[in-house]
């Protein structure tokens, strides 16, 4: 049976799944992945981010990522032992938004790695930038100012890129990295996403950044996936000529360079272009047909679904990507997800059980008590600078109602902020991390008032990466096959898990959506006191 194989660069670890396809037999071979944190100690990041001063500013290392690429491929070549000569085709997930800037020294040098020595001793010299800014910075509110002026306006420019200028975004990144530096933005030769720069360290050349990924950039024109010469001259000089083109997302990029067949004896298997993690994340939890929605809970906790048509969110907080299927996925990210929860958990002295067991013990709707997350600056709704967590009706000190206020927090406003994409939930498939926890997919369930249901595999991006890898080898070779096949067997829920909603809990959250509303506007300066909503809420179940 033909292997393909999927790899993930998240913000946190490095992950690989191989599943092995014919006709409708269909296996996960093996699931992999290293931290980096743990795994590579020696550039000293923290939860997969380099440390900084500023708590605006978010790094990681291009050089981090290239050597965890390497030591996952020798992972993978270990694993499939005799199955090596297998692999078909290779794909890939990156977390979204984030660059690498390289020198024009690169072309020639990614095409002569030599096998005989790592990856990481070869590429330091090709980065005219050591460091790549990633989603999670939020240092370039002024960089938006300017684009958005621009462009004519937040409207204008959701409406040809499908979101509002953001913080994280690839296009005020480089704006900012032009204005701090303009010497090493003139040295760059090259500008990737992430995904696109692990795509050419495996084909040995430059690959084009993918369309869904390309999305998240501010830079791109979504109705004809083409960079938009208005959003590169609103962004930085000569911008055009410093990025790679947008290809297909089933397009082949190329085969494995030398360097990882003579290094590792992997056949010439294709390599097919990278996407986001949330792109690969709609294939690999099935999403592949309109009405259905996904919520991943990584360090981000997002909720998408594909759509045919698009229109922008008119709040601006949420976003429009190009869908891997050559469709396009609405998307609300909240960047205190995985990192909150943690931060309650470790607050209060708990471990997972013990968060678990917290969530057990407190009541649907925690008598009123709430918690608006912000402990790092937030993307939705948009809290750039200074936000801060705020308690309302909620003692500090008491550990389990801080744990269900940051879990009920979290979920109702991934509800309330992704209404503009008028999607009737009924059933969620729940991933990432977090998913793994019966109570949080609860209270999600109840949030929602839908089914939620975990899916088999957990990494659902990397496992997107790999279908995506098998769909585009299959249509390379004159195969084409539908995207409900191409998924068959891998994205089914896993049986007799997840959670129904309680429906009388269901009705106290579409209460306490109003009361948590009004606490996100009193936390953002633009509403009044929430206090008299708290107390109607809290006399209405007082005996909850
Ligand atoms: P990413 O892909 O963004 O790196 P993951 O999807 O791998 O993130 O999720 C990692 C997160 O999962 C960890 O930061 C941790 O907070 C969370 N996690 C792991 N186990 C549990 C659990 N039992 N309950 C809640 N959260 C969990
Ligand atoms: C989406 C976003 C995050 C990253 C990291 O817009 O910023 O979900 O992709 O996972």
């Given at each position: 049976m033909p292997v393909y194989l999927g790899l993930d660069c998240s913000t946190q670890s490095f992950s690989a799944i191989a599943i092995a396809v014919e006709g409708s037999r269909r296996e996960v071979l093996f699931e992999r992945s290293v931290g980096f944190d743990e795994y590579f100690p020696q550039y000293g990041t923290r939860d997969g981010v380099l440390p900084s001063g500023d708590p605006l500013v978010a790094?990681?290392?291009?050089?981090?990522?290239?050597?965890?690429?390497?030591?996952?491929?020798?992972i993978v070549a270990r694993d499939l032992r005799n199955d090596r000569s297998r692999l078909a085709a290779i794909s890939g997930s990156a977390q979204q938004h984030g660059s690498v800037y390289i020198g024009a020294q690169a072309?020639?040098?990614?095409?002569?790695?030599?096998?005989?020595?790592?990856?990481?001793?070869?590429?330091?010299?090709?980065?005219?930038?050591?460091?790549?800014?990633?989603?999670?910075?939020?240092?370039?509110?002024?960089?938006?100012?300017?684009?958005?002026?621009?462009?004519?306006?937040?409207?204008?420019?959701?409406?040809?890129?499908?979101?509002r200028a953001c913080e994280r975004f690839t296009g005020p990144q480089i704006r900012k990295f032009f204005e701090d530096d303009p010497g090493a933005y003139a040295r760059t030769d090259k500008i990737h996403l992430v995904s696109s720069f692990l795509a050419s360290l495996l084909a040995g050349a430059h690959a084009p950044v993918e369309p869904g990924d390309g999305a998240g950039t501010n830079l791109m024109d979504l109705a004809s996936g083409c960079w938009s010469p208005a959003a590169l001259d609103a962004t930085a000089p000569g911008l055009a000529a410093k990025l790679p083109g947008i290809g297909a997302s089933w397009a082949v990029v190329g085969t494995l360079a030398p360097y990882w067949m003579r290094r590792y004896g992997f056949p010439p298997a294709r390599v097919v272009a990278w996407s986001g993690d949330n792109p690969c994340s709609l294939i690999g939890t099935g999403q592949v047909r309109e009405g259905g929605v996904t919520i991943s809970l990584g360090t981000s906790d997002t909720l998408f679904g594909l759509r045919r048509t698009w229109q922008p969110d008119p709040s601006g907080a949420g976003h429009v990507f190009g869908a891997p299927t050559g469709d396009y996925m609405t998307l609300v990210c909240c960047?205190?997800?995985?990192?909150?929860?943690?931060?309650?958990?470790?607050?209060?002295?708990?471990?997972?059980?013990?968060?678990s067991r917290a969530l057990r013990g407190t009541p649907p709707g925690n008598g009123g008590a709430i918690l608006v997350p912000w402990f790092e600056p937030e993307v939705t709704p948009s809290v750039p600078v200074g936000g801060g967590a705020r308690r309302y009706a909620l003692d500090p000190a008491d550990g389990p109602a801080n744990v269900r206020a940051v879990v009920e927090a979290q979920m109702m406003a991934l509800a309330i902020h992704s209404r503009w994409m008028r999607i009737r939930v009924e059933t969620i498939h729940a991933t990432g991390g977090a998913a793994a926890n019966r109570e949080i997919l609860q209270v999600m369930a109840n949030v929602h008032s839908a089914a939620v249901r975990p899916l088999k595999v957990g990494n659902s991006a990397c496992l997107g990466a790999a279908l995506r890898a098998y769909h585009a080898a299959e249509l390379?070779?004159?195969?084409?096959?539908?995207?409900?096949?191409?998924?068959?067997?891998?994205?089914?829920?896993?049986?007799?898990?997840?959670?129904?909603?309680?429906?009388?809990?269901?009705?106290?959250?579409?209460?306490?959506?109003?009361?948590?509303?009004?606490?996100e506007s009193h936390a953002r300066g633009t509403g009044g006191d929430p206090a008299p909503l708290i107390d109607a809420f809290r006399r209405r179940f007082r005996r909850a």
């Open positions: 790094r990681s290392s291009p050089l981090l990522w290239a050597e965890a690429l390497d030591r996952m491929m020798e072309t020639a040098l990614l095409a002569a790695l030599d096998p005989g020595r790592p990856l990481v001793a070869q590429v330091p010299g090709i980065f005219s930038r050591p460091d790549a800014p990633i989603w999670l910075d939020a240092s370039t509110t002024p960089q938006c100012t300017a684009i958005t002026q621009a462009m004519g306006g937040e409207v204008a420019l959701a409406r040809l890129a499908g979101s960047r205190n997800g995985s990192l909150a929860r943690e931060r309650v958990r470790e607050e209060h002295g708990l471990d997972w059980p013990g968060f390379a070779a004159g195969r084409p096959i539908p995207w409900d096949l191409v998924v068959a067997g891998f994205t089914d829920p896993a049986p007799g898990e997840g959670a129904a909603p309680v429906p009388a809990h269901a009705a106290r959250y579409a209460e306490l959506m109003t009361v948590y509303s009004a606490c």
